[in-house]
């Protein structure tokens, strides 16, 4: 099916763009871009990357780990993916946690978060020391980016669920880097889904700017002095890119925009103003604005933080013995330190919560069925079959079948929690009898 540039849009373009308008144009009708990011903490050799197929040379503004992948590519079906070794995000989209840079130990809030990509990015980056603060308002949308950080292996997150002035008023201060990417008007993604072309107004700039306006607002006020802020969207108008910045400049006189660069495939992408443009028919990928701003002082972080078990619940004694239990003849295990309903946790220290809507804290270790303990996928995503359960090692057509919750075959020896292991990843639980792996792959994400 086509669809066709709404006749507003592309006399604004024609006026944005003047000679260039034509390649933009032109761009718009070519394939769209993908991209896949590496995950560091789940490392896999180049032999099974290369299996997965389509993937190409490195994103220049996330070379590290960032990868094109052939338009063509089936990497969103192979068992690494669901085990967490990789994350498909357009190319753009890693350009504003590149220029946000985030640094180990750090405490920073992706305010805007689903469906998790440039969160995921952050944790990379993070290696797990610090605090990554995800947040997403729309419940429904929680509940995806909880997942993506719960397959990415994630040990020091917290998902909340909560409209941004709300947390403004509870965490003022408290974060050494924030990220907004705000809810847009999607102009950027009208070659990658042709669709939202149909749905685009006049009018819709102009609404999503006054929204972005307040998310900018609110994440100000968490921002510490000489704290960094990055506002990106992947639209292309105006009002909601350029024009908020100004507005929020003006509105916010201790904060600046910050020079900053990104390397490019044809030499680097400057942004003498803080403020940068990609354009699909300049780079290669889709339409994305980001913008680098600095508030003004220097500051620690406001110590808001407090150990989970304040801010949640301190573990149950008798969930606490049984984990004990389970964990103590391995390595490499974290310890239980909180509850979130039944589920236990080792979690980081955690800012205040009353009235926050809490998806995830750290790593859900497990809860109690009757008197014994059951592990939870969540531990499997952040384990390594070095922590010394077994494992049952299985090539890509046995990784499949287990992701699509069939029992295996398992040595006769073998009794007790196991691993599924593909390509060195952990893939999930099972549970060893009688020559039998019973699968415990939940069944919300078993395939089809």
């Known amino acids: 099916m086509s669809f066709?540039?709404?006749?507003?849009?592309?006399?604004?373009?024609?006026?944005?763009?003047?000679?260039?308008?034509?390649?933009?144009f032109a761009a718009l009708e070519a394939p769209c871009l993908r991209g896949l990011r590496l995950n560091p903490?789940?490392?896999?050799?180049?032999?099974?990357?290369?299996?997965?197929?389509?993937?190409?040379?490195?994103?220049?503004?996330?070379?590290?780990?960032?990868?094109y992948l052939q338009n063509d590519s089936l990497a969103?079906?192979?068992?690494?993916?669901?085990?967490?070794?990789?994350?498909?995000?357009?190319?753009?989209?890693?350009?504003?946690?590149?220029?946000?840079?985030?640094?180990?130990?750090?405490?920073?809030?992706?305010?805007?978060?689903?469906?998790?990509?440039?969160?995921?990015?952050?944790?990379?980056?993070?290696?797990?020391?610090?605090?990554?603060?995800c947040n997403e308002p729309v419940p429904s949308r929680a509940k995806?980016?909880?997942?993506?950080?719960?397959?990415?292996?994630?040990?020091?997150?917290?998902?909340?669920?909560?409209?941004?002035?709300?947390l403004a008023a509870r965490w003022p201060g408290a974060f050494d880097a924030v990220l907004v990417d705000a809810p847009c008007s999607?102009?950027?993604?009208?070659?990658?889904?042709?669709?939202?072309?149909?749905?685009?107004?006049?009018?819709?700039?102009?609404?999503?700017?006054?929204?972005?306006?307040?998310?900018?607002?609110?994440?100000?006020?968490?921002?510490?002095?000489?704290?960094?802020?990055?506002?990106?969207?992947?639209?292309?108008?105006?009002?909601?890119?350029?024009?908020?910045?100004?507005?929020?400049?003006?509105?916010h006189p201790d904060f600046s925009a910050r020079p900053f660069s990104l390397p490019g495939e044809h030499g680097a992408l400057d942004a003498p103003e803080g403020m940068l443009r990609l354009y699909p028919h300049r780079v290669r990928g889709e339409g994305h604005f980001l913008a680098c701003l600095r508030r003004a002082g220097d500051a620690p972080a406001a110590d808001l933080t407090r150990p989970a078990a304040e801010r949640l619940s301190p573990p149950a004694p008798a969930a606490l013995a049984a984990y004990s239990a389970f964990a103590g003849p391995l390595c490499g295990l974290p310890p239980a330190n909180a509850q979130l309903g039944d589920a236990?946790?080792?979690?980081?220290?955690?800012?205040?919560l009353e009235g926050v809507r809490v998806l995830r804290a750290g790593v859900q270790l497990g809860s109690m069925k009757g008197k014994v303990?059951?592990?939870?996928?969540?531990?499997?995503?952040?384990?390594t079959p070095a922590c010394g359960l077994p494992s049952l090692v299985l090539d890509r057509a046995g990784a499949l079948r287990y992701q699509s919750g069939e029992a295996l075959p398992a040595p006769e020896d073998m009794r007790g929690w196991a691993l599924a292991v593909y390509e060195?990843?952990?893939?999930?639980?099972?549970?060893?009898?009688?020559?039998?792996?019973?699968?415990?792959?939940?069944?919300?994400?078993r395939r089809p």
């Not at 099972?430 to 994400?445: D, E, I, R, T, V």
């Open 4 to 24: 066709e540039l709404p006749p507003a849009f592309a006399d604004r373009m024609r006026a944005q763009l003047g000679e260039e308008a034509g390649a933009y």
């Open 41 to 67: 903490q789940k490392p896999v050799s180049d032999a099974a990357l290369e299996a997965v197929g389509g993937v190409e040379g490195p994103v220049p503004w996330y070379s590290a780990l960032g990868r």
């Open 76 to 133: 969103g079906t192979d068992p690494l993916h669901e085990a967490g070794a990789y994350y498909l995000q357009e190319p753009s989209a890693m350009a504003p946690v590149s220029a946000l840079a985030p640094r180990p130990g750090e405490r920073v809030l992706d305010l805007c978060a689903a469906p998790g990509g440039k969160s995921t990015q952050i944790a990379a980056a993070l290696a797990g020391e610090g605090l990554l603060v």
């Open 144 to 166: 995806i980016l909880s997942r993506n950080i719960e397959r990415m292996g994630v040990p020091n997150a917290l998902v909340a669920s909560a409209q941004p002035e709300a």
């Open 186 to 251: 999607g102009e950027g993604m009208f070659r990658r889904h042709p669709e939202t072309r149909a749905e685009w107004t006049p009018a819709a700039p102009a609404g999503c700017a006054e929204r972005q306006r307040r998310i900018l607002g609110s994440a100000a006020a968490m921002l510490r002095p000489g704290g960094r802020l990055v506002y990106s969207t992947c639209t292309l108008s105006l009002e909601e890119n350029e024009e908020t910045v100004r507005w929020f400049l003006r509105e």
């Open 344 to 352: 236990l946790l080792s979690a980081p220290d955690l800012p205040p």
């Open 373 to 383: 303990f059951a592990p939870d996928h969540a531990l499997a995503m952040f384990l």
């Open 424 to 445: 060195g990843l952990v893939l999930g639980f099972g549970k060893a009898s009688g020559g039998q792996f019973k699968n415990h792959y939940p069944k919300g994400l």
